[in-house]
């Protein structure tokens, strides 16, 4: 068994970056509700507390299961996570005049073992209303900012601290070497958290559960699916069947590319063309959320019936990663769900099998470090991410076969454009987007009224956050340029320069 560092989750949109920082480290981590009646064990070598848009002085604040930890292993608490240490101890936390949100500049005023190897000025991003007036018993500052005495705090015995700032976002300046100082010198923690050991361990994992019995996969040519049916594959052999479906939404040649591809690596594949049943399911539907439930639907109808073609199948694998789940339902704190995703629930009760799935805890980045120890090919395990439902969320109201093979025509231009001129390993994630109104254009001497296409783009490092990317402007001149000269029916071409909050990377 790892090292591991236990995460408390109060809600803060920061929680899974904590995650991938600790792992970023070699050592493993998990993220459970704040409440989570965990025992200590010789495994857990640390606990951190995380932030939360609540107040410490709120009623029905989140109130950290942390009693049995005390003098045990060390405490970090982060924000919210640092003012609850300092209250459930008897120190003074107070709603501030001056609230900090941003960069701060951080003074240390004494050097303790979280802050062994760091400037005494460091740039760091707070964000938070409440402040720390005075601390504990047995408690002392160990840094302030500008406007605020107590930034972060230690006991005598430096295994309990609070930091007031987060530093675990890209804006803070030497966060990453704080936190290894807290899970490596302070938690002493060993770094085997590899994807080598991963592979290992998980493959083991599957041979003792599923023994001889046969286990159904679903993929899709991306590397979630596919790093899956390989992990299984390395358990199981032959005992894997996995199916690829057709939907109809899928980017132009993919189909018959995946199949190729998946040959060569010498999966069980059964491949199937449900097109037609798709088309026909989701003619005139414009909401997003009902397009997701039909395509979900849809999928398990086929799947089920293929399912029950194959004698003798007891295992249902998804290839479900940490933030499908997160997004999908409030595991972690009071997340908001944002919408429904088609992988992660449904077929195991529909098809009264067992469910394994070997990623369930993993980020993209990780997935993507297994998918090379296992020789993945790059062209999987360097693709971008692509919904489940496919194009059928890229084309915004009613979807029909003309719209669907403009949009293939559109995107398979600009996804192999990217590749042409290096940018296409630089973004996160890309795609192409058909919107349900027309425009006014012109086209020799004559008037068009065709399609507008918007051109997505962002980078990100597990899509739980995102920014739009930066594309030079010949690109994107370039690539307007071609689209509207080679795809009939779009007319012009516009690129959506929104970041994830507020918005999302897909539009539906």
Known sequence: MHDCIIIFDAGSQYTQLIAR???????????????????????????????????????????FNIEKFINIVPILGICYGAQFIAKKFGGVVKSSNSREYGRSNLHIT?????????PENNAVWMSH?????????????????????????????????????????????????????????????KRTWTPKNYIEEKVNEIKNIVKNEKVILAISGGVDSSVAALL????INDNLVCVFVNTGFLRKNEFNNVIDTYKQLNLNLIPVDASDIF????????????????????????????????????????????????????????????????????LPEKLNLKIIEPLKFLFKDEVRKLAK?????????????????????RIIGAITPEKIKILQEAD???????????????????????????????????????????????????????DWARLPYDF?????????????????????ISSKPPATIEWE
């Open 21 to 63: 920082k600790i792992r970023e480290l070699n050592v493993y981590c998990e993220i459970v509700p704040y409440d989570k009646n965990i025992l200590p064990n010789n495994n857990i070598k640390g606990i951190i507390l995380s932030g939360s848009p609540y107040s410490v002085n709120e009623s029905n604040s989140p109130k």
């Open 110 to 118: 004494k050097k303790t073992p979280i802050f062994e190897n760091i």
């Open 129 to 189: 209303s409440d402040t720390i007036l005075t601390l504990p018993q047995n408690f002392y500052k160990i840094a302030s900012t500008d406007t605020i005495e107590i930034a972060a705090y230690s006991n005598k015995n430096n295994d309990i601290i609070g930091l007031q700032f987060h530093p675990e976002v890209y804006h803070t300046q030497n966060g990453h070497k704080i936190l290894k100082n807290f899970v490596i010198k302070i938690c002493k923690c």
């Open 232 to 235: 299984l594959k390395k358990a």
């Open 279 to 346: 088309y026909r399911n989701i003619k005139g539907i414009s909401e997003p959320e009902e397009k997701r439930k039909i395509i979900g639907k849809t999928f398990i109808e086929v799947f089920e019936n293929i399912a029950k073609s194959i004698k003798d199948i007891k295992w249902l694998a998804q290839g479900t990663i940490y933030p499908d789940v997160i997004e999908s339902i409030s595991v972690h704190g009071p997340s908001a769900r944002i919408k429904s995703h088609h992988n992660v629930g449904g």
């Open 373 to 393: 120890e296992l020789n993945l090919p790059e062209e999987i395990y360097k693709r971008h991410p692509f919904p489940g439902p496919g194009l059928a969320i």
């Open 412 to 466: 398979h231009i600009y996804i192999e454009s990217l590749k042409k001129w290096g940018l296409y390993d630089k973004i996160w994630q890309a795609g192409a987007i058909l919107l349900p109104i027309k425009s006014v254009g012109v086209m020799g001497d004559e008037r068009t009224y065709e399609y507008v296409l918007s051109l997505r783009a962002v980078t990100s490092t597990d899509g739980m956050t995102a």
């Open 476 to 496: 994107l001149s370039y690539v307007s340029t071609k689209i509207i000269n080679e795809v009939k029916g779009i007319n012009r071409v516009v690129f959506d």
